[in-house]
């Protein structure tokens, strides 16, 4: 592996990159709009039934 080479980085979501001060420099506008569109898609941990036996 030559020095240049990078490892690819994991994804991150939109609002821990937010949270992370934008390392990136991604537009903040649009890093604001997809952490929105992350929290409305995200399911809701409550509605989850353990399996029963």
């Known amino acids: 592996m030559k020095e ?3 490892m690819p980085q994991p994804a991150k979501s939109a609002k821990l990159r937010l ?3 934008n390392p990136n ?3 903040t506008k ?3 709009q997809q952490a929105e569109a992350e929290e409305r ?3 809701k941990s ?6 029963s036996k």
């Open 4 to 6: 240049d080479d990078k």
């Open 19 to 21: 949270l992370q001060k």
């Open 25 to 27: 420099k991604k537009n």
């Open 30 to 32: 649009i890093l604001k």
């Open 41 to 43: 898609i995200r399911m």
């Open 46 to 51: 409550d509605e989850i039934n353990a399996p």
